[in-house]
């Protein structure tokens, strides 16, 4: 399965002495500098018919076309699997994913992931980067994610995300009791000896996550965080660093630690836990067709109101010894 584009641009004088690569990028909005700069460099974007660097400047006047060919991916199979859809229209869907669900294939993980479903829900996402996936959650967090069903859609999210002007909160819970709310602005990078694992590094990508509290338990906090950036791994991270993991990280969580006197179903309960207790709760996006502001809000999952309901029984119990 494949899609022929041919797009046409002629270079206005306001662009004159720009680079190629940046008035290709005002000339076909539509599409990432990324791929841009791909179709460029591969010779598939010419300037008046002839081959040129992605820096070369232009004088004003020229012609510039595309023509290339984008292919599926033949690694990616459509897979029937149930999407839980909370919207959909022409150019994007939300859904909430469960947890469980890894959302993009990779080593271990070929098939049965998000992608292979949306393929099969919508097979013309074969002919977008990623399927359309615009953003990721680690395969046991649960919440909202947004798709993105058009080349346009795709490179209008991508840019919501890299001007952090698209709105993403979370829920958790943390071990410990954090006392109030704040930040943690912490640069984050490959963990130099494990490469599964991220970690707070002074040459790592800029980090910002805040946070504050919902309630406090006998031991441990539950809190909401909103995201200023979107790092791989980013709030398992950052509160692992600050010293009050979440709940049932089996990366960044350590040993499990049972305080003493807790009840014996709330101890079940946390042994249970296989996850980490890290939900997307809402998402907010300006819709990429119309401009209008979409905000969306998904109740926490089964697993996460029962550790909750726990919680506050242990509590309340604590509370009525003398």
């Known amino acids: 399965m494949s899609e022929i584009i041919v797009l046409e641009a002629k270079v206005g004088d ?13 000339a076909f909005s539509d599409y990432s500098r990324s791929r841009l700069k791909l179709w460029i460099l591969a010779g598939e974007l010419t300037v008046d018919g002839q081959l040129r660097r992605p820096r070369d400047k232009l004088h ?33 869907l939300v859904l909430n994913k469960p947890a469980g669900l890894v959302v993009h294939p990779a080593a271990g993980h070929q098939d049965g992931t998000l992608l292979n479903a949306l ?12 399927a359309g ?44 009791l954090l006392t109030g709310g704040g930040q943690i602005n912490a640069a984050l990078g490959r963990h130099a000896r494990n490469r ?77 836990f296989g996850r980490q207790a890290l939900h997307a709760r809402k998402l907010q996006l300006c819709h990429p067709q119309t401009g209008d502001t979409l905000e969306w809000t998904i109740g926490l999952p089964t697993d996460f109101q029962q550790l909750l309901q726990q919680l506050v029984l242990d509590a309340s119990v604590q509370d009525d010894l003398p």
């Not at 953003?135 to 798709?147: A, E, P, Q, S, Y």
């Open 196 to 272: 599964q694992k991220m970690a707070v590094t002074a040459i790592g990508k800029q980090a910002l996550t805040y946070y504050r509290v919902l309630k406090q338990f006998r031991a441990h906090t539950y809190i909401r965080l909103q995201l200023e950036t979107g790092r791989t791994h980013q709030i398992r991270v950052h509160m692992a660093h600050i010293r009050y993991p979440l709940v049932g990280d089996p990366l960044y969580g350590g040993r499990l630690r049972l305080p003493k006197g807790i009840t014996t179903t709330l101890q079940h309960v946390l042994r249970d």
């Open 119 to 130: 393929l099969n829900h919508c097979p013309q996402l074969a002919l977008l980067p990623r």
């Open 14 to 26: 306001k662009w004159a002495g720009m680079r190629l690569d940046q008035i290709a990028a005002l």
């Open 133 to 176: 996936i615009v953003h990721r959650l680690d395969k046991d967090t649960t919440g909202l994610m947004v798709i993105a069903k058009s080349i346009s859609a795709h490179t209008g999210l991508v840019a919501q995300l890299q001007e952090r002007s698209m709105g993403r909160e979370y829920e958790a819970i943390a071990v410990g």
């Open 60 to 92: 004003g006047g020229e012609n510039l076309q595309v023509r290339t060919v984008i292919q599926h991916q033949q690694l990616w199979q459509p897979q029937s699997m149930e999407l839980d859809i909370v919207y959909e229209d022409d150019v994007i």
